[in-house]
């Protein structure tokens, strides 16, 4: 080859090259922009298919493309998907959306969410007790600073909520004061006692086919349960004489009699003090509600009424169905009656079964019933947040700051008035009305709202 054809072929192959490598690359970077696109496809795809698995329309088309149309928070997203999780270990809750089913717990209850608790059940062999928590996904750190409150009954075993109600009408007494004007002013969580197994489980049941409408209101559920909280107490001592187990039977019917108090309130305050030390975590203020109190006037505001008075421990006027205006005489200030020195005696003794003393009001004795807001001529004292002092306080409705009970403020399961080393109890203060009475060396004190009213069954 002459030096020209040399060259020419020497072009030829630089050309040759040169396609060569176009196409490579050309092929390499094709190549690449496949596998992004198709691992992003697969990404979204897999994301969507978890969102719409979780009840959130993500528009997801069968060829894999999508219309995304989220409009909830990630923490929301991850919630839910938790919340999902559940739900697909308990085979019983469908992973679709579905219609809030029957029984529908009130007119106004929201209807679906899909949302469900989740569901923690502890069991304590040793103590023999049980608790089960339901609770919100992610306690949400959102609104974290909305007031928080523990709503708290202790449901007694026979007719717990007076007048042929149930438990689902309970409920809708509740959703009366957590419907709060504005909404999500608070956060709300309920506390149960119910110590009937039979009454347990059926108290699961309702709240596991009711999650979405109580998820809307309730942060969280606690139930507890313990039949050795039924047990009734009473020392025997040697020198009393026996006490057999009828005389010990408390009723619906017997509960108000005199010589069944000690007894009575024993149970009720250890229920109490049981229930709570179970359920508060960080809630700030605790509201006891009987079971069978079904009405609140001013519903809607009734708990922004009592936290705006600032009061460390505060009860409302108790109705009795709509006439009687002072169902709980539990609330009162002034004095009452001392034991007679015969009683005193029986006391030193220790002979229980014949103490059937009862404290009974003296002259300068404050109830609610002595206040009528209509006979009032100056407007201060007919606010339905006017507030007057109390030395003790009732149960039916009962509301009071959650720092107190954590220093060491329990309702006392004994009279702890009246008492000594010698004897086994005093005479006065035993539960609710113990309470001021413990509150008081710790700077705390009590308060009752004569002009705001709750009632109880008639
Ligand atoms: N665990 C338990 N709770 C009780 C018992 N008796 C009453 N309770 C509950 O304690 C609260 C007050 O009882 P209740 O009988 O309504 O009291 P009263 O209306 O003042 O006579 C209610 O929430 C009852 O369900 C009991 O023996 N055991
Ligand atoms: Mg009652």
Same mark, same amino acid.
């Given at each position: 080859?002459?030096?020209?054809?040399?060259?020419?072929?020497?072009?030829?192959?630089?050309?040759?090259?040169?396609?060569?490598?176009?196409?490579?690359?050309?092929?390499?970077?094709?190549?690449?922009?496949?596998?992004?696109?198709?691992?992003?496809?697969?990404?979204?795809?897999?994301?969507?298919?978890?969102?719409?698995?979780?009840?959130?329309?993500?528009?997801?088309?069968?060829?894999?493309?999508?219309?995304?149309?989220?409009?909830?928070?990630?923490?929301?997203?991850?919630?839910?998907?938790?919340?999902?999780?559940?739900?697909?270990?308990?085979?019983?809750?469908?992973?679709?959306?579905?219609?809030?089913?029957?029984?529908?717990?009130?007119?106004?209850?929201?209807?679906?969410?899909?949302?469900?608790?989740?569901?923690?059940?502890?069991?304590?062999?040793?103590?023999?007790?049980?608790?089960?928590?339901?609770?919100?996904?992610? %306690?949400?750190?959102?609104?974290?600073?909305?007031?928080? /409150?523990? +709503?708290? &009954?202790?449901?007694? @075993?026979? !007719?717990?909520?007076?007048?042929?109600?149930?438990?689902?009408?309970?409920?809708?007494?509740?959703?009366?004061?957590?419907?709060?004007?504005?909404?999500?002013?608070?956060?709300?969580?309920?506390?149960?006692?119910?110590?009937?197994?039979?009454?347990?489980?059926?108290?699961?049941?309702?709240?596991?086919?009711?999650?979405?409408?109580?998820?809307?209101?309730?942060?969280?559920?606690?139930?507890?349960?313990?039949?050795?909280?039924?047990?009734?107490?009473?020392?025997?001592?040697?020198?009393?004489?026996?006490?057999?187990?009828?005389?010990?039977?408390?009723?619906?019917?017997?509960?108000?009699?005199?010589?069944?108090?000690?007894?009575?309130?024993?149970?009720?305050?250890?229920?109490?003090?049981?229930?709570? %030390?179970?359920?508060?975590?960080?809630?700030?203020?605790? /509201?006891? +509600?009987? &079971?069978?109190?079904? @009405?609140? !006037?001013?519903?809607?505001?009734?708990?922004?009424?009592?936290?705006?008075?600032?009061?460390?421990?505060?009860?409302?006027?108790?109705?009795?169905?709509?006439?009687?205006?002072?169902?709980?005489?539990?609330?009162?200030?002034?004095?009452?009656?001392?034991?007679?020195?015969?009683?005193?005696?029986?006391?030193?003794?220790?002979?229980?079964?014949?103490?059937?003393?009862?404290?009974?009001?003296?002259?300068?004795?404050?109830?609610?019933?002595?206040?009528?807001?209509?006979?009032?001529?100056?407007?201060?004292?007919?606010?339905?947040?006017?507030?007057?002092?109390?030395?003790?306080?009732?149960?039916?409705?009962?509301?009071?700051?959650?720092?107190?009970?954590?220093?060491?403020?329990?309702?006392?399961?004994?009279?702890?008035?009246?008492?000594?080393?010698?004897?086994?109890?005093?005479?006065?203060?035993?539960?609710?009305?113990?309470?001021?009475?413990?509150?008081?060396?710790?700077?705390?004190?009590?308060?009752?709202?004569?002009?705001?009213?709750?009632?109880?069954?008639?």
């Amino acid at each position: 080859m002459n030096k020209l054809g040399v060259k020419k072929f020497n072009v030829f192959i630089i050309i040759g090259l040169g396609i060569v490598t176009i196409i490579f690359i050309t092929n390499y970077l094709t190549n690449i922009k496949t596998d992004v696109s198709s691992s992003l496809t697969t990404s979204n795809s897999n994301s969507a298919k978890t969102l719409s698995k979780i009840g959130i329309d993500v528009g997801l088309k069968n060829d894999g493309s999508k219309e995304t149309s989220i409009v909830k928070t990630p923490s929301e997203v991850e919630a839910d998907a938790n919340a999902e999780e559940i739900a697909d270990i308990d085979n019983s809750k469908s992973t679709k959306p579905k219609p809030q089913t029957s029984p529908k717990i009130e007119d106004n209850s929201i209807t679906t969410s899909n949302k469900i608790f989740i569901k923690e059940e502890y069991i304590d062999e040793l103590y023999k007790y049980t608790k089960t928590t339901y609770k919100q996904p992610s %306690s949400s750190q959102k609104d974290s600073k909305l007031p928080t /409150i523990l +709503i708290l &009954s202790t449901i007694a @075993k026979d !007719d717990p909520y007076g007048n042929g109600r149930q438990f689902k009408d309970y409920i809708n007494s509740i959703n009366t004061l957590v419907n709060t004007e504005p909404t999500n002013k608070f956060k709300f969580s309920l506390g149960l006692s119910i110590n009937s197994p039979q009454n347990f489980l059926n108290l699961q049941k309702f709240i596991e086919e009711n999650d979405s409408a109580l998820f809307e209101k309730f942060e969280k559920i606690s139930l507890v349960s313990s039949e050795e909280m039924e047990k009734l107490h009473e020392v025997k001592f040697s020198n009393d004489q026996e006490l057999n187990d009828e005389d010990l039977e408390i009723n619906r019917f017997n509960r108000q009699q005199d010589n069944k108090q000690r007894i009575r309130r024993r149970i009720i305050a250890k229920n109490r003090n049981f229930l709570i %030390s179970n359920t508060l975590e960080n809630e700030q203020y605790i /509201i006891f +509600i009987d &079971s069978d109190v079904e @009405k609140f !006037d001013h519903s809607s505001k009734f708990i922004d009424i009592l936290i705006k008075t600032g009061k460390d421990i505060i009860v409302p006027r108790i109705y009795r169905g709509e006439s009687m205006n002072d169902y709980d005489r539990n609330s009162w200030r002034g004095e009452r009656t001392k034991p007679t020195e015969e009683q005193l005696k029986i006391m030193d003794l220790n002979l229980w079964s014949k103490f059937d003393y009862v404290p009974r009001d003296k002259e300068n004795i404050w109830h609610f019933y002595m206040f009528d807001s209509n006979s009032q001529d100056d407007e201060k004292l007919k606010a339905v947040d006017y507030s007057v002092p109390l030395d003790s306080v009732g149960g039916a409705f009962l509301f009071f700051k959650s720092i107190i009970y954590k220093q060491g403020v329990i309702f006392p399961t004994n009279y702890i008035i009246g008492t000594n080393w010698e004897r086994l109890e005093g005479y006065d203060g035993i539960e609710t009305e113990g309470i001021c009475y413990l509150a008081r060396p710790l700077g705390y004190t009590c308060w009752g709202l004569p002009n705001l009213n709750a009632y109880h069954v008639p």
